[in-house]
C-alpha cells in the first residue's frame, strides 16, 4: 500500500503529515488487526514508526506505538483525549457511561464514590467472603481432561455476583454470563448495526438481559444498606447532598461486574496455561503455597505469595487483558512533531508494547523473572508494562485483580498439577478480548 498523509498540516506550522495508508478497500486493516495484532503492528511500526495512521472498522484511526506513546496518552497532562470519544464508539451501546467511558471532572466525581469500594477494609471483607466460596467452586471440578476457560469464568463470575451484588445468580447464571460474553464481543463487531443472530444484536440483547438484572433489584438495595458494592452505589452521595440515580448504577455495575470477572478470566487462564508449559514454576509457585500451611488466604498473606505476583505480572505482559486503548483528540495535538487534528481517533496498543523487543528481551519466553528486584525489566520504562493502563484512569481494580488471582491459584496449587500435551500452543482469539479459541484443554492430576 502506499503511504499518504492523514490530513494536510496547517500553514505556517512546522509539524510533519502523520504518514500512513487505508488497507484494503472497505475494511482496512480491520481483519488483520483482529487476527494478528502483534504482527499487524510490528509491521506497521517498521514500516511508518511510531506514528501512523490506518482504517479500523471504517474509521482513520492513529496509531500511537510504545512506551512513550502510552505516557502521552495515558497520562493526558493537557486534557487531549476523551475517553468516551474513543471507547464510546466501540462499547458505548453495551457498557454505557461506565467508568472508563466518562471523561475528566465528571469521571473524577463518579471515580471517588466508587474508590470507597476498594480500599483495604474492603478488599479484606471480600477476601473473607470470597474464600470459602472458592473452595466450593472449585471441589466441582473434576480430576481428568477440563477446558479451563469456561471454568474460570464461571467462578469469577459466581464471586463477583457475590462479591458486588451480594448475592447468587443460581438458575440464571447461564443466561447472564451469555450475557456479559456478547456484550464483550459486540464492540469489534464488523457490521455495526441490528442484524439479527450477529454480533452487534446479540450485543444489544446482552445488554438488555443485563440491565434488567440490576435494575431490578434497586428497590430492595436503595431499601437497606448491605455490605456489598451494589448497595454502595446506591447509597452514597456527595458532600452537597447528590447521589446516582437508578441509571448510574446501573452503568457502574455492569461495567465493574464485566471487569471484575472478564479480565481476571483472561488473567488465570494464561497462567495456567503458562504453568501447564513451564512445570519448574509451577512447582515453584506450589511449594510457595504449601508453606504457607493453610487453604484459605486471609489478606495478610498476600504478601507471603511473592511467586504468583511474579508469575501474574508475566502473564499480563504475553496476554494483556485489554490490547488496545482508544481515544479521540479533543482539540488539535502534536506528538513527536506530528500534527494530529481535533476529532481524530487515536490508540495506544499494551498489548503491542509488551511484545517489542527493544524493550524486552526474548519477549516470547514466560520468564516472571524479568519483575524480580534484581533485574526489574519493567522499570526500563515507567509505561513499557501497562496491563491495567495509567494516569487518571488506570484500573480501579488492579488490587482486587491481584487478590483474586492468588486466593483462587493458590487453592488450585494446592489440589492439583496440571499439563498440556507436548508441543501444544495455545490458539489465542484476538477478534475481542484475548481468550482461548480452544477453551484451553488441561488435564487435572490430583496433588499429593
Known sequence: ???????????????????G??????????????????????????????????????????????????????????????????WDFFIGPFFHRGIMLLDFEEHRWHRRIMQQA?????????????????????????????QVLPRL???????????????????????????????????TALLRFPVPGLRWSRGLKGRRVLEELFREEIPAKRARQDNDL????????????????????????????????????????????????????????RA????????GLDYGDLEALPGISLAMKEALRLCAPVPSLPRRTMRDAEYQGYYIPEGTFITVAPYFTHYMEEYWPDPERFDPERFAEDRREDKVHPYAWV?????????????FAEMQVKAILHRVLLRWRWSVPAGYEMPVDTTSLPVPKDGLPVTLERSL
Open 118 to 146: 476498594f480500599t483495604r477494609p474492603a478488599l479484606e471483607g471480600y477476601l473473607a467472603r470470597m474464600s470459602p466460596r472458592i473452595g466450593e467452586g472449585l471441589a466441582r471440578w473434576p480430576d481428568g481432561p477440563i
Open 21 to 86: 495508508d487505508r488497507g484494503w478497500p472497505l475494511i482496512g486493516n480491520t481483519l488483520s488487526s483482529m487476527r494478528d495484532p502483534i504482527g499487524m503492528l510490528r509491521h506497521r511500526y517498521d514500516t511508518y514508526g511510531p506514528v501512523s495512521w490506518t482504517s479500523l472498522f471504517g474509521l482513520r484511526m492513529v496509531q500511537l506505538l510504545g512506551p512513550d506513546a502510552n505516557q502521552f496518552v495515558l497520562l493526558n497532562r493537557d486534557s487531549l483525549f476523551s475517553n468516551h470519544g474513543g
Open 230 to 285: 451494589f448497595s454502595a452505589l446506591c447509597h452514597a452521595t456527595t458532600e452537597d447532598g447528590e447521589r446516582f440515580s437508578d441509571d448510574d448504577v446501573v452503568n457502574h455495575m455492569i461495567f465493574l461486574m464485566m471487569a471484575a470477572h472478564d479480565t481476571t478470566t483472561i488473567t488465570l487462564t494464561n497462567l495456567f496455561y503458562q504453568l501447564a508449559r513451564n512445570p519448574d514454576w509451577q512447582e515453584r509457585l
Open 387 to 399: 496491563p491495567f493502563g495509567g494516569g487518571a484512569h488506570k484500573c480501579i481494580g488492579l488490587h
Open 153 to 187: 469464568k464461571q467462578l469469577t463470575l459466581d464471586l463477583a455476583t457475590d462479591v458486588f451484588m451480594g448475592s447468587e445468580l443460581g438458575p440464571r447464571a447461564q443466561r447472564i454470563n451469555r450475557a456479559f460474553v456478547d456484550t464483550v464481543r459486540a464492540g
Open 288 to 295: 510457595e503455597s504449601r508453606a504457607l500451611g493453610k487453604d
Open 1 to 19: 500500500m502506499s503511504a499518504t498523509p492523514l490530513a494536510q498540516v496547517p500553514d505556517g506550522s512546522a509539524l510533519k503529515p502523520i504518514p
